[in-house]
Structures are given as C-alpha cells and as structure tokens.
C-alpha cells in the first residue's frame, strides 16, 4: 500500500500546473490578441488579474448592486479594457478559441450583476466596454453615433452640445452605459411622447459569434430587430448604436409634489393611475412611493411624490392639470421652467446648481445592496390593494416603489414591432427595490420581504404571463444552467419579458449564435441541433 507521504509530489505538481494554466490563460489571451488583432499594441496595460492592485477597483467601478460584489461573489480569471472595435473582435475570437466564458460590460447596472458575475460558469472573464465612449452627434440629419461604453448622460450632453432643441428619449438615470441599455427597452422620461431608446434606433454594429463586425444591412433585420429589446449577451456584443434625434422646446417644466397618508395619498394614487396613461404625451408624471419618518422617528407614513417633466412651459402644464387631474393641487410655485438639458438633471436627482458637465463624469449617484423586481399593471388597483400595499412597505426598513407611466406614443406600437412587448394597455410600470447597508449579512431577510410583497401584488398584476422588464433582470424569475440551456425551462422567464417574441428570438439565436457563445443566467437559449 502506497503511504499518503508518496502522494505528496504529485499534489504539488497539480497545484503548480493549476497556478501555471491560471497565469499562462492569461498570456495566451495576450499572444492571441496580438495574433487577431494590433500586433503592436501592448495589451498588458489593458488586462487586469485579481494579482493586479487595480483589479478591484475595474471591478468595482460601474458595478451598481453592491450585493453582486461581497467577497463570496464569484470573480472574473481577468478584466480586458478594449480600447478598439478591432479588440472586441479578438476578445471574441480568443475565447472561443481557448475555450474561456466570457461576460461583456458596459456601464454596469445590470441589476443581478450578470455582466461581471458569473454563477453558473467557471472560468470567466469580463470584457469591459469602458474605453470605448466614442459620440458623434449631427444635427444636420438629426443623427448621432453613439460608443456602448459612452454612458446615458454623456450621450445627452454632446447633443446638448451641438443644439438645445433636439434630445434623445433614453433613461433617466445618467450613468446607465448606452450599449446594454437599448438592448433592453431604454425606456425615459419622454417616452410618452417617442417611443423608447430601442424605438429610436437606426443601425448598430455589433461583434458576432465569430468575431466579424455586422452593421444593419450586413446582419440583417431579424438580427437587427432581437438587439433592439432582446436583452443584453445573447446575440453579440454591441459596439455602436446610430440613433434618432427628437426634437425637444427651447422650454420645458419639471415639477416634484409629495402627498403623505395623511394628505390624502392613497385617493390621489388611485386618481393617477385612470389619469396619468391618458393625459397629453407631453406630459410624464411617475410616482416615487416609500416610508418616511417625520420628526417623531417611531411614526412612519408613507410618501408618494410626483416626479415630472412637461415638454413645454408652466402655463400650458397648469392647464392640462387643472382639466385631467386636478386632484394634485399643482400650482405654479410647484412648477420649473428650465431646459431640457436641466430637466435631464432635474429628474435624475442632482441639486438645482449642478452645471449640465457633471454628466461628462459617468458617475453613478446610486450604489447599494438591493434587490428589483417588476410588474406592468393593466387595470387600476382598488384603494384597499393599495391600503395593503402601505402595510407591507411600512414594515421595511428601506424600501422604494416607483411607478411609471404608459400610453402615448407607447401605445401605437404593436408588441411584436421590437421584442419589447409591453405596450398597448398597459397602465404603468412598477419597479419595486429593497436596499440595505450591511452587506450580505442581513441580506436573507430584504430578499424575503421583496418576494412576499411581489406575491401579494399578483392579483393586481398582469397575467399569463406575469410581465417583467428585461432591463430589470430578476433571476428569480428562472436560470439556466451550465451547458444545459433549456428552451422549456427559459420560457418560464423569457415569456415575462418578451411575451410571444420570445419565440423569434430563440429563432434568431439559433440561426446567429448555434454554439451559444453569448451566454449567462438569463440568455436566449439556442434550440439543439
């Protein structure tokens, strides 16, 4: 019988080739770079490993969950920071070629963090589209160019830049990276008025699964037609977005009204949702719901406020209100009259003062331990679905609710036109968030919450299916697993997101993608070959 001390070399010769393979990919993503790519260009500035004393902070940088970056959170074998198309292209190639996962970010507010995290696949790396933030705006043909690492509010800057009246109706959060935030919808605060981000595309140029770059003509309208509203990481990696201006006033007024329990919320919530899908396009009025502790710490109430941007001045605002909800009180103290480029602020929450540069930053003002859902409402939800609603938030420490509203423009499109399908007849959206502090430590018991409160909301609810924002990813909702994605298991959350669409997408992914290349938790599954 051979003594356990006899084992011992070869342990150590295991775990020597372990560290070398770990060092070596590294190097062979290097050599492979050069080969299909710029033999010239020092790629080694470009990749960061956990040895690297930037590694966590390239990590960190974009990442908005907090809770996607605790220390047992999985952690990429490298970053690679492109800085060209052409690199993008080799990173593709070189890991198929090594047989390593890869993850694409661009600006990191993927709520479950599946473009740095991955649960289900080990190995991986992150390909981080942060160097490449390229804008050409041109206000001749109403037009921009548009880099998927540029992020929401330096893209409304340069257009700022070259004229007042013209805008782009994306989200309302300003460091939303462009690239991955069209592939899901890009919904704002103009999209009564024209469509979403996704409506107001007019090509793109992506890397495919075998590294070529396709612009629109080369890739086709099905291809075309899946990037817009499909989702992120399941169909290639998208470099450029070539976008549709909107013209916007020279004026345009925002407004923030609050109205507690005690001033009569609960009757002017349930006012707004027969109003605020109806009113003028021009008009976009969401609701931001939570608790709120007045002077007194051990009595909570809760807070609705009525965040709002008018395509237009106070006067014509105040009479549309004064007609279709006059409930709100509005009065024209309440009103600001700004530009569109200050409401862009406005909504995003900045102080008053903050100069319109502040966007050229990139710099994410929400970083926390949360976790989203969502839901689309079809039907009003009576005042005591309302009543009970107030009891479950009161019981959470931290909670947030906003509601935002549809109709308008959203209404004239069909479900199929992109694979955004929530469209006519729906009411309003809810997001639903639960944040907290401490880490992963307390983190059972939020995710319980929210779940409760999700099942308690589902009588009030679209059904079959139950609908839910791809850009508000929830892996609750269903995963796949490693080397085993599921058409069948993938349609219990790809038809919440995408309703029937679902099914032409999966089409399209087996047609450009067969061997699943682009993929993570919530991909377009192939169908077998």
Not at 282 to 300: C, D, E, H, M
Not at 377 to 396: A, D, K, M, N
Not at 427 to 439: A, H, P, V
Not at 474 to 491: E, H, P, V
């Amino acid at each position: 019988m051979m003594s356990p001390i006899s084992h011992l070399p070869l342990l150590v010769l295991l775990l020597s080739v372990s560290l070398a393979n770990s060092a070596s990919l590294q190097e062979s993503f290097v050599q492979c770079l050069n080969y299909n790519s710029d033999r010239t260009f020092p790629f080694g500035s470009s990749i960061y490993t956990p040895s690297n004393p930037s590694f966590t902070s390239i990590l960190d940088s974009s990442a908005q969950n907090l809770r996607c970056l605790v220390p047992s959170a999985p952690k990429p074998e490298f970053i690679f920071t492109p800085s060209r198309d052409s690199h993008v292209q080799a990173a593709v190639i070189c890991s198929k070629k090594l047989g390593i996962h890869l993850r694409v970010r661009s600006g990191g507010h993927d709520y479950e963090g599946i473009s740095y995290v991955s649960e289900i696949e080990s190995p991986f790396i992150v390909v981080d589209l942060v160097k490449l933030r390229g804008i050409d705006v041109d206000i001749k043909s109403n037009t921009a160019w548009v880099q998927a690492g540029a992020t929401n509010g330096e893209v409304y800057y340069r257009i700022y830049e070259k004229s007042s009246v013209h805008g782009f109706p994306a989200g309302l959060c300003t460091s939303l990276g462009i690239g991955g935030h069209i592939t899901g919808g890009a919904y704002g605060a103009m999209m009564r008025k024209y469509g979403l981000g996704a409506d107001n595309v007019l090509d793109a140029q992506i890397v495919d699964a075998n590294g070529k770059i396709l612009d629109r003509a080369a890739m086709g309208e099905d291809l075309f037609w899946a990037i817009r509203g499909g989702g992120g990481g399941s169909f290639g990696i998208l470099l450029w977005w070539k976008i549709k201006l909107v013209p916007v006033p020279p004026t345009v007024t925002v407004f923030s009204v609050t109205k507690s329990l005690e001033e009569g919320a609960t009757k002017i919530l349930h006012r707004w949702q027969e109003v605020a899908p109806y009113i003028d396009e021009n008009l976009f009025i969401r609701v931001i719901i939570q608790p709120y502790s007045a002077g007194n710490k051990t009595q909570r109430t809760i807070t609705t406020t009525y965040n709002a941007l008018f395509l237009g001045g106070a006067r014509a605002l105040l009479q549309v209100m004064k007609t279709s909800f006059p409930e709100l009180g509005l009065t024209r103290k309440d009103c600001l009259e700004t530009s569109w480029i200050k409401s862009v602020l406005y909504i995003a929450g900045f102080p008053s003062d903050t100069p319109p540069e502040v966007l050229l930053k990139g710099k994410s003002t929400f970083k926390n331990f949360f976790k989203a859902k969502s839901d689309f409402v079809r039907q009003p939800i009576p005042e005591t679905g309302l009543e009970g609603l107030w009891q479950r938030l009161l019981i959470e420490e931290s909670p947030l609710m906003i509601w935002n509203p549809y109709g308008g423009k959203m209404s004239q499109f069909s479900e199929s036109d992109t694979p955004f399908p929530h469209r006519n007849g729906t009411l309003y959206k809810i997001q639903y968030l639960s944040t907290w502090q401490e880490g992963d430590k307390n983190a059972a018991k939020h995710i319980d919450w929210i779940r409760k409160l999700y099942n308690y909301m589902g009588p009030y609810v679209s059904s079959l299916p139950r609908e839910a924002y791809v850009n508000y990813r929830d892996l609750d909702l269903g995963i796949n697993t490693k080397n085993s994605t599921n058409y069948i298991q993938a349609r219990a959350w790809g038809y919440r997101y995408f309703k029937s669409n679902f099914d032409r997408l999966v089409k399209i992914k087996t047609k450009v993608d067969p061997e699943n290349v682009f993929r993570h938790e919530q991909s377009i599954p192939p169908l077998p070959l």
